[in-house]
């Protein structure tokens, strides 16, 4: 073989190998989220440990894809008996430990969320008498009453793998400390690494009862509490795939410009100005419609727009956000009318001279400053002082436990818990709830409380939509908030990654941080 | 007093300012607004689990008990479980610490070998143009702080020319095993030179943008004092006798004006602790400033607690290491305490 030769011959293995590895190369997937995240689905709460929950272990029925309601997941059918509900279960799921789902394993995940007290176990509490397992791949849910929004609930109690908690139980502590560092569930993917401020390495692990897209992330990065700078400069060098929510809408701007593709998850979340109605003038309706009538709904969307295509949030026609139970496409949306605030504040029996409003927004988004401003602007019109504050969450939440310490105007955004309108309205409005931030406007009505315990209760479908569309009446009248605009969470994709699930209407899940399961993520380049 | 005695002494009175700090921080962490079991479980959480949570983590105790069993239980080195990150605290602690210290420490040494021959260099050729820029660039070092300078780096080394890495302390493809949480010895220990010259790749931003102020106040203070000293008799004798301007600055101007600086960059370290908070926000740095932010604001008592005292602590070692330096550099000093 001449030299020349062999120099081809060796580029071509030198190229052959090359490509070789470039085929082989890992598909990445970097996201990120607000810190901290928390991975024993037990304790999960926010954002962050819904994206981990879903993507490491599974549940009974999923929020319904490109549509309302639930549709089965680990649950392949059910039947409802009153307040029984008994679910067959899919037979060949197994855990990453390679154990099979069973019944036994409902039964423990129900047994240990319900026994550490954190995360979203308030949402079974006081609703399931027992649950036991009737066969090897049949549970049965007894609840203490009907209780209509509890198939939604479920969506909320992912499945752990009994074998694989004890055996790493110490003292009785259900596995605590170890479950808040490694996984034990059947999702598609696995704890590789987990720094709960920092970052946590996801691997996919394959045989999953759901085919992944194409081109599936292998191995999933997800940071937490990156910077807006440092996200910038990050998908600027193509060292980051998908934002978070939380940027400033200047900096989704920017990597719009730069190529990246902006995409919104509506996830049934409100932009609520809670009102105080337990402290003058506010406990008065008429000066509470007078507030609300003369808020510039038009402003607000202005501020929400990031740029000529994409809008974090759209107008709310009431209390419910679109696809909810309750939900009338057929109203008129909110919007300014000087003329009937004026009315309103007619008949109101506080002077509005003598009854300046301290209206709050949260120090740690001070992107909300702006509508805060425009009330200020636009409630001096109608004779109000306001007097803004910008409060530390710890803070707030602490002013909002007592009606008298609250401020009068709180701007929040609230995320329905389920798929069921029962799960945003009843924590917010039904007077039977503890003073939280999502209960802070103190409402009390005894027809609303009627109706949102027959929500509870009632399984017919038009009738719950008759019942939820009564309760938005009255809270459209009784003005307990004003309904600024639904919120569109926006995150910014780079070029090469492709988020079906946002993308594409009909492949998107209607609840907040159900869209990303890293699986059904394409990552191309 | 021998060295022994005066390091034992400086101990025993660092324990007692710690069991102070220890005191005063449990009862302000208790002060901040907020129910911290009510921000660990969420607003849907029931009143029985939030009064559950609440009886768990002893808040039903009067303060005094509160502060006893804490006491107690740090005795056994149990600093309880944090609500940021649901693990003991003590984790979080031996987790994160490393990364901020070795953060600080390199930012400390750039702080010294920037800061101090700026100041030799300004003060050697004062009145000149290197003087005034010397004085200028450090004017503007001090009065920006550490964010704005880690912004401006990321912006400049990162964002337009992308030459440096800006999140996180290693390569993401490179595994270290962990001994003691320090990158540059456990890279070595590993007999990773290439992951040792990465972690050395990722401190450079972050800690160039938390020495910056450092830097322009340990220059500008070498400065001033070098400048009185060359005023002094000695300098003129200096060079009636002939020596080099360089011998001159480096043996008779420099060493004596060291001790000032020295004393305020023993200072500036416990700044440096502070300031890291953004800088590690911004470059994503899992350290322990961060970890420090996000327990005030979640309420977190016992991770506020721990983090504290940690940082108490590693304040007082580093004080007491240049008191040391100080006593060794100025004759007169150790002389005094001997003396005493």
Redesign the interface.
């Known amino acids: 073989m001449t030299s020349n030769a062999r120099l081809l011959a060796g580029t071509t293995i030198l190229a052959v190998s090359l490509s070789a590895m470039s085929a082989h190369a890992e598909r990445v997937l970097r996201a990120d989220e607000v810190?901290?995240g928390?991975i024993?689905p037990a304790?999960a709460?926010?954002y962050a440990d819904t994206v981990l929950a879903i993507n490491l272990y599974d549940t009974l029925v999923y929020p319904k894809q490109g549509g309302s309601g639930v549709q089965p997941h680990l649950a392949t059918d059910w039947t409802i008996d009153g307040a029984t509900y008994t679910f067959n279960l899919r037979q060949d799921v197994t855990f990453n430990s390679g154990n099979p789902l069973t019944a036994a394993d409902v039964v423990y995940s129900f047994e240990r969320m319900m026994a550490m007290?954190?995360?979203?176990?308030?949402?079974f509490?006081?609703v399931i008498d027992s649950v036991e397992a009737s066969g090897e791949y049949t549970v049965v849910f007894n609840l203490s009453s009907p209780f209509a929004p509890f198939l939604s609930t479920l969506i909320r109690m992912p499945i752990v793998d009994m074998a694989t908690v004890k055996a790493n139980e110490v003292d009785g502590d259900w596995a605590?400390?170890w479950m808040?560092?490694n996984s034990a569930g059947s999702g598609q993917y696995i704890v590789a690494s987990h720094?709960?401020?920092?970052?946590t390495v996801l691997t996919y692990e394959g045989d999953y009862f759901v085919e992944p897209a194409a081109s599936y992330p292998e191995t999933v990065?997800f940071?937490y509490?990156?910077?807006p700078?440092?996200v910038?400069?990050?998908m600027?060098?193509g060292?980051h795939d998908i934002t978070s929510q939380w940027l400033p809408p200047e900096v989704y701007a920017g990597l719009a410009k730069d190529g990246a593709t902006l995409l919104t998850e509506a996830g049934l979340t409100g932009e609520y100005f809670k009102l105080n109605t337990q402290r003058a003038p506010l406990d008065d309706v008429h000066c509470r419609r007078a507030l609300a009538y003369a808020f510039d709904y038009a402003t607000m969307g202005q501020l929400t727009q990031i740029n000529d295509e994409t809008s974090t949030g759209k107008p709310m026609s009431g209390a419910i956000p679109a696809g909810m139970v309750g939900y009338d496409a057929t109203k008129a949306v909110f919007a300014q009318d000087m003329a009937l605030a004026q009315e309103e504040l007619a008949k109101c029996a506080y002077d509005p001279s003598e009854y300046p409003l301290d209206v709050a927004f949260i120090a740690?988004t001070p992107a909300r400053e702006r509508g805060a401003l425009m009330m200020q602007a636009i409630y001096s019109q109608l004779g109000f002082s306001v007097e803004i504050s910008r409060t530390?969450?710890?803070?707030l939440?602490?002013?909002v436990?007592a009606p008298a310490t609250a401020p009068h105007v709180v701007e929040i955004a609230i995320s329905a818990?389920s798929p069921d309108t029962d799960s945003l309205l009843y924590?917010m409005y039904h007077s039977s709830q503890?003073p939280?931030?999502?209960?802070s406007s103190y409402f009390k009505n005894e027809a609303l409380d009627a109706l949102l315990d027959q929500g509870r209760v009632e399984t017919d479908a038009a009738a719950r939509e008759d019942i939820y569309g009564q309760a938005n009446d009255i809270l459209a009248s009784e003005v307990p908030d004003i309904f600024a605009y639904e919120l569109l969470s926006p995150f910014a994709v780079r070029e090469g990654v492709t988020y079906h699930n946002l993308a594409d209407p009909s492949r998107t899940y209607p609840v907040s941080g159900f869209n990303m399961r890293f699986a059904d993520i394409s990552v191309t380049e | 007093m021998s060295i022994l005695n005066r390091f034992l002494g400086r101990l025993l009175s660092s324990m007692i300012v710690l069991i102070g700090v220890s005191m005063l921080i449990f009862f302000i962490a208790r002060i901040?607004?907020?129910?911290p079991a009510?921000?660990?479980?969420?607003?849907?959480?029931?009143?029985?689990?939030?009064t559950?949570?609440r009886e768990t983590l002893n808040l039903n105790e009067p303060i005094i008990v509160q502060y006893g069993l804490f006491m107690r239980d740090l005795a056994r080195g149990d600093l309880g479980i944090s609500l940021?990150?649901?693990?003991?605290v003590i984790t979080?602690l031996a987790?994160?610490l490393p990364a901020t210290l070795e953060l600080v420490l390199f930012a400390g040494v750039m702080m010294v070998a920037f800061g101090l021959p700026l100041g030799a260099l300004s003060a050697r050729y004062r009145g000149q143009w290197p003087d005034s820029l010397i004085r200028v660039i450090t004017l503007l070092t001090v009065s920006a702080p550490a964010f704005v300078w880690a912004?401006g780096l990321?912006?400049v080394f990162?964002?337009f020319t992308?030459l440096f890495p800006?999140?996180?302390r290693i390569s993401?493809a490179m595994t270290i095993p962990h001994v003691t949480g320090f990158l540059l010895i456990d890279t070595l220990a590993a007999g990773r030179f290439d992951g040792f010259l990465s972690a050395i790749h990722h401190l450079i931003l972050p800690a160039f943008a938390l020495s910056l102020s450092g830097i322009g106040q340990a220059a500008r203070l070498t400065r001033a004092n070098m400048i009185t000293t060359y005023e002094q008799p000695a300098i003129e004798m200096a060079q009636a006798y002939g020596f080099s301007e360089a011998r001159i600055a480096n043996r008779f101007a420099f060493k004596p004006s060291l001790i000032p600086s020295l004393t305020i960059i023993g200072l500036d370290f416990a700044a440096l602790l502070g300031n890291a908070f953004l800088v590690e926000?911004?470059?994503?740095w899992?350290g322990l400033s961060?970890?420090g932010v996000?327990v005030i604001?979640?309420?977190d008592l016992n991770a506020i607690v721990g983090t504290v005292l940690i940082i108490s602590a590693t304040f007082l070692i580093a004080n007491i290491i240049v008191d040391f330096l100080v006593s060794i550099l100025n004759p007169r000093i150790r002389l005094s305490e001997n003396r005493s």
């Open positions: 810190a901290v928390e024993d304790k709460t926010d007290g954190q995360g979203n176990s308030s949402l509490a006081g605590s400390t808040s560092q720094d709960p401020q920092t970052e990065r940071s509490g990156l910077e700078s440092t910038r400069a990050l600027s060098r060292e740690e530390p969450w710890a803070l939440t602490e002013q436990t818990a924590a503890p939280t931030w999502i209960s | 901040i607004p907020g129910d009510r921000i660990a479980l969420g607003p849907r959480a029931t009143e029985e689990q939030v559950q949570m940021y990150s649901n693990r003991p979080d987790e994160y912004v990321v912006l990162a964002y992308p800006i999140t996180g993401d926000v911004i470059f994503a899992p961060r970890y996000g604001l979640q309420k």
